[in-house]
């Protein structure tokens, strides 16, 4: 198809082309591929850094979903994690630190079609922006959220995070962290969240089954992921992991059993990866939303609005 | 004493509804065809504080409330105590003398006329509870003011429908307990006021800017809620089965910011609002927004601070924080009306050059404008929407189209999410055409300038200062926001010729020229403001290098009253 906008040429008049009427609507196009998702940058990450085995699975779960890649929205926290915007060609929203999540609600509750997933770390979601981690499980809105969870701060060089082990020493607690490290997936299933896994970046095809699983879930979903920093937290690595980690699926775990779930996630020996609760009756956030029936929010037409049904009650 | 306009207030202790009695009262006049302008003053109380609630109403063009009130409805002892000064020869207090124990040989000297009138008693024989007390105060109130008792019956009915028709009956019953007690006992105190046709609405300055966004297209309306922009989220989360809108009550207002902002980028129209306090939390989202070029509208109320401050009162203390708010070099713009109408229509116009110009627009207001009552025209039935700055489809299929490029008038046309071939990042960090994040000196410089020019682009769709009263005076008063109220009452009480005033209702980009060209043909320019620093004198000076001649400001948490500004003059005279 021909382009009737020529990205070259100094537009001085932009706003003129503007669609008419209120509703914006579009057209279909390919679906994700290897090739679609490349970005013309190749990732700053560190050697043997846990992202790349997540960023592998999140693209073959992507790529095997089939979505039209148009109506995949990223939001990315802000982080070593985040910094994965640069490196999909995908819609990306590259967020604040902290407040991704809202971002990412609001972007579902506009356009319900979309599927919305974030990416990003354990500082970001489960400290800076924890209360909107608990609210977003709330009120159950369809978003994905993937979580690398590493245990330190990365991108600030070496600092204590949330999920730090207490007495961990580190940049900011050079006497060893102070408090007990937050539990994200009991933090889950307190706040009513209806889907909530693990995964491991070093076991790539389980992580991708757990990306796609999320992704497919209606109602928000937690994929916790244990993804090694290599320069800067010694002690979990992919050795710690793969000596600990075990399939609850396949261990036979029923992820109907919330207080099961409950159990699993306070097991620190042993790490279970997997599904540990999918609640199989979630009704998600936009789908409780009576005017959102007629479609999604933006599809919606606001040329023609009637303010004539409010006036009455001002007289 | 002004045959042809009127002074009414109701006080008494919170949850004695109050707020409803006074605004019943408005509506009556309203649908007298009068204007109407009522302000409210309460404490950060649910029940026990000192409520009150004073409707200004004529047949004139009126802007603000007056210091001396016509007739006091006063509920409690308090409702005299407190406001005696605003009593005088003339005056009028209901007031329960003789239930409340009240000894009113001490107001005498206020030269008031008190009637002792048994609202308590009335309400509890008619309805078995003491609430409608206030019924029977507006039924006596209309008796002596001259006001339409079936007018008033009928906004009765309206007021307590909802509660079924004993209810209704009830409260009409006691309404015209009410008139007939006023009619045996008291004597009017002004000639029968018409009835006209009325053609305005009645609202406040939080509910012009809510339907004034919903008019605009609002599809997506988060905030957190904080006095005194609170009605404006109520006001919008009741209109979502009537408009494509979602309204969400967010965790908190960094939350609710986020959000306006992803609904956005989403591509509907959004908007957040809160008072300045709770601005504060959303403003490193200003500066998201700013780099993202995401449309956005913000409604922030002042009050007066810092910290929690005075929560229930008006101040404009927030100008410099407005207008520096966000890390960043931020292009944006900041309107400040003055009236409901003006709230109404700019807030309409932030949506329009937001989306057009891919900006941040403020609807900057306080407590005294947005929760006051005032009378305006009534808007259209319908109003036509026009959307701005989107691609054209289809999107060129080599995937080349940048989100940013980098243009004359400094925005780009935007995809949204679900749009072929229109895949891109929208960045918080600094980024190339593409949204690519870069470090890259060159483009750091380009994106920056490009953003900036935007505020060049909007100039001329922006509102420009405007002469409210004669073109020439010999003091030119000068104001921005809410003060225009005030300032208007004030020329209209001033001989002709004397007093004319200049009102800014958009302070950023600052209206250099069109400033400079009124105030330079002012003999003498005094700032009335409600802060303690000259916020907007000093932005003055640094925008135009123009000195105020004398400065009237008002830092207590109360709204200027015309009486104390004509004072205030005439001591500079003097």
């Known amino acids: 198809m021909e382009p009737n906008y020529t990205p070259q040429s100094p537009n001085p008049d932009p706003s003129r082309q503007a669609q008419p009427g209120g509703g914006l609507e579009s057209s279909r196009h390919a679906t994700m591929s290897k090739e679609s998702l490349e970005s013309p940058y190749f990732p700053t990450w560190c050697p043997g850094c846990g992202n790349f085995g997540v960023w592998t699975a999140f693209k073959n779960a992507l790529i095997e979903l089939a979505i039209p890649e148009e109506e995949v929205v990223i939001v990315y926290g802000v982080g070593c994690s985040g910094n994965m915007a640069d490196f999909n060609r995908v819609y990306g929203f590259h967020a604040l630190h902290g407040r991704a999540i809202p971002s990412a609600v609001a972007m579902k509750m506009a356009n319900h079609r979309l599927k919305v997933i974030v990416v990003a770390g354990d500082g970001d979601t489960y400290g800076e922006g924890l209360n909107h981690f608990i609210s977003a499980m709330r009120g159950n809105h369809d978003i994905t959220l993937l979580i690398h969870d590493n245990q330190v701060y990365g991108l600030t060089t070496g600092q204590t995070a949330p999920t730090t082990e207490k007495g961990t020493k580190t940049k900011s607690t050079p006497a060893g962290a102070p408090e007990m490290p937050i539990n994200p997936l009991g933090l889950a299933l307190t706040a009513d969240a209806s889907f909530i896994a693990r995964g491991f970046a070093g076991n790539i095809g389980h992580l991708t089954y757990m990306i796609k699983q999320a992704i497919l879930h209606e109602g928000i979903s937690l994929v916790d992921m244990f993804q090694p920093c290599f320069t800067f937290n010694k002690h979990n690595t992919y050795h710690y992991f793969k000596e600990r980690v075990y399939d609850l699926q396949q261990a036979g775990h029923d992820m109907q059993n919330k207080e099961e779930a409950w159990r699993k996630s306070r097991e620190h020996d042993k790490l279970p990866i997997g599904i540990f609760y999918q609640d199989p009756h979630s009704i998600p956030f936009h789908a409780s939303l009576s005017q959102l029936q007629p479609g999604p929010l933006v599809h919606q037409s606001i040329a023609n609005v009637e303010l004539g049904k409010v006036l009455p009650s001002f007289r | ?574």
Not at chain 2, 303 to 323: E, K, N, V, Y
Not at chain 2, 404 to 409: D, H, K, L, N, R
Request: proline share 5%; aromatic share 8%; charged share 20%.
């Open chain 2, 1 to 574: 004493m002004n045959a042809d306009s009127l002074h009414w207030k109701v006080a008494g202790r919170a949850g004695e509804g109050i707020d409803v009695t006074g605004s019943m009262f408005g509506k009556l006049c309203l649908r007298q065809g009068m204007n109407v302008f009522a302000y409210r003053e309460y404490p950060s109380l649910i029940r026990g504080g000192h409520n009150t609630h004073q409707v200004h109403a004529s047949f004139h063009p009126l802007t603000c409330q007056q210091r001396q009130i016509d007739l006091m409805v006063a509920l409690n002892e308090e409702g005299i105590s407190l406001h005696v000064d605003e009593l005088g020869e003339g005056s009028v207090v209901f007031c329960e003398a003789t239930q409340d124990k009240i000894d009113l040989s001490k107001y005498a000297a206020t030269g008031a006329i008190f009637y002792d009138v048994p609202m308590t008693q009335i309400s509890r024989e008619e309805t078995g509870h003491f609430l409608a007390q206030n019924v029977v105060s507006l039924g006596a109130s209309a008796w002596i003011l001259g006001l339409d008792i079936e007018t008033l019956k009928n906004v009765v009915t309206d007021q307590f429908q909802e509660k079924g028709d004993k209810v209704v009956e009830m409260n009409h019953r006691a309404l015209f307990r009410g008139y007939d007690f006023a009619k045996a006992n008291c004597q009017p105190i002004k000639p029968t006021f018409e009835k006209r046709p009325n053609t305005q609405i009645l609202l406040t300055g939080n509910q012009a800017v809510a339907i004034g966004a919903v008019s605009a297209g609002l599809q997506y309306f988060s905030a957190y809620p904080m006095t005194p922009t609170s009605e404006v989220l109520h006001t919008v989360a009741a209109l979502q089965d009537k408009f494509p809108l979602v309204v969400k009550h967010a965790e908190d207002e960094i939350s609710a910011v986020n959000q306006a902002i992803g609904a956005s980028y989403a591509g509907v129209r959004a908007m957040t609002a809160s008072a300045t306090g709770g601005y504060a939390l959303m403003v490193e989202a200003t500066s998201l927004a700013a780099i993202m070029e995401t449309p956005l509208v913000i409604c922030v109320g002042q009050r007066p601070g810092p910290a929690t401050g005075l929560p229930t009162w008006t101040c404009q203390s927030d100008l410099q924080f407005i207008l520096h708010a966000g890390h960043g070099e931020i292009p944006k713009i900041v309107f400040t009306p003055a009236s409901v109408q003006e709230h109404f229509e700019l807030t309409r116009l932030a949506f329009e050059l937001a989306e057009k110009y891919h900006l941040i627009v403020f609807v900057l207001s306080d407590k005294f404008a947005l929760e006051s009552y005032a009378s305006m025209p009534t808007p259209a039935e319908m109003y036509q929407n026009e959307r701005y700055s989107f691609v054209t489809e289809p999107l060129p299929a080599d995937d080349s189209y940048r989100r940013f490029e980098v243009t004359e008038a400094g925005y780009s046309p935007r995809s949204i999410p679900g749009q072929a071939h229109g895949l891109s990042v929208t960045n918080s960090y600094e980024h190339d055409e593409f949204g690519y994040a870069t470090e890259s000196a060159e483009l750091t410089k380009t994106m920056n300038a490009k953003r900036q020019r935007k505020l060049i682009a909007v100039a001329a769709d922006l509102p420009e200062p405007v002469v409210v009263g004669p073109a020439e005076a010999k003091v030119t008063l000068v104001s921005w926001g809410s003060t225009r109220l005030v300032l208007e009452e004030v020329i209209r009480r001033m001989p002709a010729g004397e007093v004319n005033a200049i009102h800014i209702p958009c302070a950023w980009p600052f209206p250099q020229a069109r400033f400079a060209e009124l105030a330079g043909v002012a003999q003498k320019l005094i700032m009335v403001e409600a802060n303690v620093t000259g916020q907007m004198a000093q932005l003055i000076r640094q925008e135009t290098g123009i000195q105020m001649d004398h400065h009237i400001r008002r830092f207590d948490g109360r709204p200027f009253y015309a009486e104390e500004i004509l004072a205030e003059l005439e001591r500079m005279n003097g």
